[in-house]
């Protein structure tokens, strides 16, 4: 984010893609064994042109049908998760050693379709978030990132559903706290909305925005 700022999007979208190459080059050997994605990475990092000249759909070999019914089927089985991992209670950070690796690269992608949604790139961003999502099934950052994506697109209640699902895995989650408080406002339901702002404020006092949206 500091890079954006300083040096502006595009030298943000080359640090992502260097940093998705030395992830590949870092671990993807002693993690051969075990897939994960889509192999998205591969064609990606693979690719020589400026990012700001091609589309990440042009690097899917699937059509446009094929990804609609998977993002449907994942929506359904990541709100199952959701649900699953909120009645344990669980915290869901990753736990040292393969998995912590994997978390890093998806981490990475959610990094990149956060610059892209800043450019309003939203086919690139999606894709990012796919292959997030597809490598951290249950990630409270990849259904906030949805929740994002939904925004964008004035889509607010999949938006709602998404940043419900994000608190469901990690309930003190201030960003999907504040947003699903705007969301709801929007809604017209202002009474859930300032519970959900309280949330957001009680669990980080110190976030201006929380209190903004509150007031």
């Given at each position: 984010r500091l890079e954006e700022v300083v040096h502006g999007t595009e030298e943000a979208l080359h640090t992502c893609k260097q940093m998705l190459t030395l992830w590949k080059d870092s671990y993807e050997k002693a993690l051969e064994n075990e897939q994960r994605g889509t192999g998205l990475i591969d064609k990606f990092t693979a690719d020589q042109r400026s990012l700001a000249q091609f589309h990440l759909s042009e690097l899917s070999d699937r059509d446009s049908n094929s990804i609609r019914a998977e993002s449907l089927a994942a929506s359904r089985v990541e709100q199952a998760l959701s649900e699953m991992a909120s009645s344990m209670n669980s915290s869901v950070h990753p736990k040292q050693g393969p998995n912590q690796t994997w978390a890093l690269q998806a981490q990475i992608w959610l990094h990149l379709g956060e610059l892209y949604l800043e450019l309003h790139r939203l086919d690139e961003a999606q894709a990012c978030i796919q292959e997030a999502g597809a490598i951290s099934p249950v990630s409270h950052m990849v259904s906030y990132m949805k929740g994002r994506m939904h925004e964008k697109k004035n889509e607010l209640y999949d938006a709602k559903q998404s940043y419900e699902n994000a608190?469901?895995?990690?309930?003190?989650?201030?960003?999907?706290?504040?947003?699903?408080?705007?969301?709801?406002?929007?809604?017209?339901?202002?009474?859930?909305?300032?519970?959900v702002l309280r949330d957001a404020v009680n669990a980080d006092p110190t976030s201006a925005k929380s209190w903004f949206h509150l007031g």
């Open positions: 608190i469901s895995i990690h309930p003190t989650h201030v960003k999907s706290l504040q947003h699903l408080g705007t969301i709801l406002h929007q809604l017209g339901n202002d009474h859930l909305s300032e519970k």
